[in-house]
């Protein structure tokens, strides 16, 4: 005798989201439950493509339901549909339901290599994502995803964003010679970023991530100001100086009431390829502690790899070129705990009907 609808629904009442503490079902994750003879189909609709347990969620759930009684066969149908966070006083940028800014105190810790990578990794996971490069002197994004020439312009004067790599990308870096520098002043780079963020034809995105300049200026202050934003990362090194700088940047988002969502910390340790020797170049555990110091999630560790260098300056984001080295896996680990940071807020904070640009 095959099981009910409602016999399969408790069933999976055992399936908990490690990340918001209940179960599957009354989160409303579990959609089209099917009963066909001994075979069961549903759909478990997840709040972001990149969910870091999905494929668990799918063994367990399809092992509950095929221990039922009568079943011959469970079949699980994964999807996600990316919440926007509620509860916003600015104005929501038109089919943008997420903007994650990427931040550091200091330059040179790798922050627009974690952009990039962050951004590849959630597109490859499945989410439509944007990258908006708001470094506006120092614009390296176009080089790091090979991406040449100025963008096009759409009929209603709106600039048609880049695409690479399943991203759309807008930059700085594409609509100035290579070798000319950018001497703006404020008022300037406020109006770039208004630019960049609302006469850009985004389309739907459940991500755009920003790569935003380094320290605590302008750029950031006006972003945070004018649009919502969901949360941000900060990228640090294992060594002081970095730290400590990024604390500052952990300061600022706070004063800004702009979420943090955890922290990265970059070029962790050094392993040689030939003797596997671990090498911590820039000091141990820098990062790990300044999170707990904090309060904020410590997202991982990403390894020294010249694969990433390599990629960075080839156009070939590591993340995509070689998935399964240290660097990007650590990396798709990240992207992976981001989403999640954001579902959890998504949840947890009343959806409501905001403004659109």
Same mark, same amino acid.
């Given at each position: 005798?095959?099981?009910?609808?409602?016999?399969?629904?408790?069933?999976?009442?055992?399936?908990?989201?490690?990340?918001? #503490?209940?179960?599957?079902?009354?989160?409303?994750?579990?959609?089209?439950?099917?009963?066909?003879g001994g075979r069961?189909?549903?759909?478990?609709?997840?709040?972001?493509?990149?969910?870091?347990?999905?494929?668990?969620?799918?063994?367990?759930?399809?092992?509950?339901?095929?221990?039922?009684? &009568?079943?011959?066969?469970? #079949?699980?149908?994964?999807?996600?549909?990316?919440?926007?966070?509620?509860?916003?006083?600015?104005?929501?940028?038109?089919?943008?339901?997420?903007?994650?800014?990427?931040?550091?105190?200091?330059?040179?810790?790798?922050?627009?290599?974690?952009?990039?990578?962050?951004?590849?990794?959630?597109?490859?996971?499945?989410?439509?994502?944007?990258?908006?490069?708001?470094?506006?002197? &120092?614009?390296?994004?176009?080089?790091?995803?090979?991406?040449?020439?100025?963008?096009?312009? %759409?009929?209603?004067?709106?600039?048609?964003?880049?695409?690479?790599?399943?991203?759309?990308?807008?930059?700085?870096?594409?609509?100035?010679?290579?070798?000319?520098?950018?001497?703006?002043?404020?008022?300037?780079? #406020?109006?770039?970023?208004?630019?960049?963020?609302?006469?850009?034809?985004?389309?739907?995105?459940?991500?755009?991530?920003?790569?935003?300049?380094?320290?605590?200026?302008?750029?950031?202050?006006?972003?945070?100001?004018?649009?919502?934003?969901?949360?941000?990362?900060?990228?640090?090194?294992?060594?002081?100086?970095?730290?400590?700088?990024?604390?500052?940047?952990?300061?600022?988002?706070?004063?800004?009431?702009?979420?943090v969502l955890g922290?990265?910390?970059?070029?962790?340790?050094?392993?040689? %390829? #030939?003797?596997?020797?671990?090498?911590?170049?820039?000091?141990?555990?820098?990062?790990?502690?300044?999170?707990?110091?904090?309060?904020?999630?410590?997202?991982?560790?990403?390894?020294?790899?010249?694969?990433?260098?390599?990629?960075?300056?080839?156009?070939?984001?590591?993340?995509?070129?070689?998935?399964?080295?240290?660097?990007?896996?650590?990396?798709?680990?990240?992207?992976?705990?981001?989403?999640?940071?954001i579902s959890i807020?998504?949840?947890?904070?009343?959806?409501?009907?905001?403004?659109?640009?």
């Amino acid at each position: 005798m095959s099981p009910t609808r409602e016999q399969v629904i408790d069933a999976l009442r055992a399936v908990q989201d490690p990340d918001l #503490h209940k179960d599957i079902v009354a989160l409303g994750f579990v959609k089209d439950v099917s009963v066909d003879g001994g075979r069961v189909d549903f759909t478990i609709q997840l709040t972001t493509p990149a969910c870091p347990v999905r494929d668990q969620m799918k063994e367990e759930a399809e092992r509950l339901v095929a221990a039922l009684p &009568g079943v011959r066969e469970a #079949h699980a149908n994964m999807t996600a549909e990316v919440r926007a966070r509620g509860g916003f006083s600015q104005q929501q940028l038109e089919g943008v339901r997420n903007i994650v800014a990427v931040g550091a105190g200091k330059g040179g810790v790798g922050k627009s290599t974690t952009s990039v990578n962050l951004a590849v990794a959630l597109a490859r996971a499945g989410a439509r994502v944007g990258l908006l490069d708001g470094d506006v002197y &120092g614009p390296n994004i176009p080089q790091m995803l090979g991406v040449s020439g100025q963008p096009a312009v %759409g009929p209603d004067k709106k600039i048609v964003p880049a695409e690479a790599y399943g991203i759309r990308l807008i930059s700085m870096g594409m609509l100035v010679p290579p070798d000319q520098p950018v001497i703006w002043r404020g008022p300037m780079l #406020h109006g770039a970023v208004q630019q960049f963020m609302r006469d850009v034809l985004w389309g739907e995105l459940d991500y755009l991530v920003v790569d935003l300049p380094p320290g605590t200026g302008d750029v950031t202050l006006s972003m945070a100001q004018s649009v919502p934003v969901a949360g941000a990362v900060v990228v640090t090194t294992p060594q002081g100086v970095s730290v400590s700088d990024v604390r500052k940047a952990v300061g600022m988002f706070r004063q800004l009431n702009v979420p943090v969502l955890g922290a990265v910390e970059n070029m962790s340790y050094f392993e040689c %390829g #030939h003797c596997g020797e671990r090498t911590e170049i820039f000091g141990r555990g820098g990062g790990r502690q300044m999170a707990e110091e904090l309060g904020i999630k410590f997202l991982g560790e990403v390894p020294i790899d010249t694969r990433v260098r390599e990629g960075g300056d080839t156009g070939r984001p590591v993340v995509a070129a070689a998935p399964d080295s240290p660097a990007a896996v650590a990396l798709a680990g990240v992207a992976g705990q981001v989403a999640a940071q954001i579902s959890i807020r998504a949840m947890r904070i009343p959806l409501r009907v905001v403004e659109t640009a």
